[in-house]
Structure formats: structure tokens, C-alpha cells
């Protein structure tokens, strides 16, 4: 008799702790289910594959931005965040300014463009690299800062900023700190 209530006792509290066991994960998958379609509503992808944007200035300049990827502000639809971005500007005359980064902001309102992080430009036999450039259609600018160094067939110059009219083609180059100076080197 002594044996079966054992055994019933046992049975008993492998049961309940059986139950429990259950309906604790029962609670677990749905607290899960419900995080996961909280999140859901939370934040919608707004991820784009293959962007490409182009335009023109009232000058007939053509701007052609491509990206690998593109992600849409949801706080403000008019800018798409991008990666592995390619840029090229296309002047009247003829001649081409390819722009390269790892990332980019691109404002579809005004045509604005920043290139962040390993940026490459070349025009004609000029090379600049960076860290940061600012593209501007309607300030009609291009200005490149952060460890800038640019090459040519004959210098080397190191600069914090360069500063270029894109109609004029006029560039200044300077320090943010007055007390340094910017170094040229000749290749020769």
C-alpha cells in the first residue's frame, strides 16, 4: 500500500510539474509572437536594391547617383540613406566627375548628395580622396573634407577642406586651424 501511494505521489508531481513545464512555454511562444508583431508594426523595410537617380541643372550638368542599396528616412521621405554609392556628374563641356563612397545621403527634393566615408573623386588627371563630401546642385558646390589629399600629375596636397564651384571650376583649399598650413609635395 506504502508503494502505491509512492508511486502515485511521484506520478502525481511528474504531472503537475509536466503541466507547468508546458504551459510556461505555451506563454513564452506567445510573449515571442507578440514582440515579433509588435516589432512588426514598429518599423516597416523600406530597403530598395539597385538605386538610381538621376537629374539635370539649369545649366544642362547631369547628375547620376547608383547605389547597391538605398533605405528611406520614414522621418522624412525625401532622403534615402545609401550604400556602396557611385556618382557621376556629366558637364556640358563634356567632361565627367565620378564620385565614389562607402555611404550616402541623398535628398530627392533638392538633388543634394553627401558622400561619407572612403570617398574617391576623379576629373580629368585629378584624383581627392576623403572621408566626407557635400554635393550641392543648388549652392552649385562640391566640398570635400576629413583627411582630404589630392593628386595630380605633378603635386600632392594635404588639406582638412577643399572647396570647389562645380561652373567655375574655382577651388579654395585650407586648414581648419589657422596655425597649420596645408602641404603641397611635388612628384618630381
Same mark, same amino acid.
Given at each position: 500500500m506504502v508503494k502505491k501511494i509512492i508511486i502515485l505521489t511521484l506520478l502525481s508531481v511528474t504531472l503537475i510539474v509536466i503541466y507547468f *513545464?508546458? $504551459? #510556461? /512555454?505555451? +506563454? =513564452? /511562444?506567445k510573449d515571442i509572437t507578440e514582440k515579433i508583431s509588435k516589432d512588426n508594426n514598429e518599423y516597416n523595410s523600406n530597403i530598395i536594391k539597385d538605386v538610381n537617380y538621376s537629374s539635370k541643372d539649369l545649366n544642362g550638368n547631369q547628375y547620376i547617383i547608383n547605389a547597391d542599396e538605398g533605405e528611406i528616412d520614414l522621418s522624412d521621405p525625401n532622403i534615402i540613406y545609401l550604400k556602396n554609392v557611385r556618382g557621376l556628374i556629366k558637364l556640358t563641356n563634356g567632361n565627367k566627375v565620378t564620385i565614389n563612397s562607402k555611404y550616402g545621403k541623398y535628398n530627392i527634393d533638392n538633388y543634394d548628395t553627401i558622400f561619407n566615408l572612403d570617398v574617391n573623386v576623379d576629373y580629368l588627371d585629378n584624383n581627392i580622396?576623403? =572621408? *566626407?563630401? $557635400?554635393? /550641392?546642385? +543648388? #549652392? +552649385?558646390s562640391l566640398i570635400m573634407s576629413k583627411n582630404v589629399v589630392y593628386t595630380n600629375l605633378k603635386n600632392i596636397l594635404k588639406a582638412d577642406v577643399i572647396e570647389m564651384n562645380i561652373q567655375t571650376k574655382d577651388t579654395k583649399i585650407f586648414m581648419y586651424d589657422s596655425k597649420e598650413k596645408v602641404n603641397i609635395k611635388s612628384k618630381n
Open positions: *513545464y508546458i $504551459d #510556461r /512555454s505555451i +506563454n =513564452q /511562444s580622396i576623403g =572621408q *566626407y563630401l $557635400d554635393v /550641392s546642385i +543648388n #549652392r +552649385n
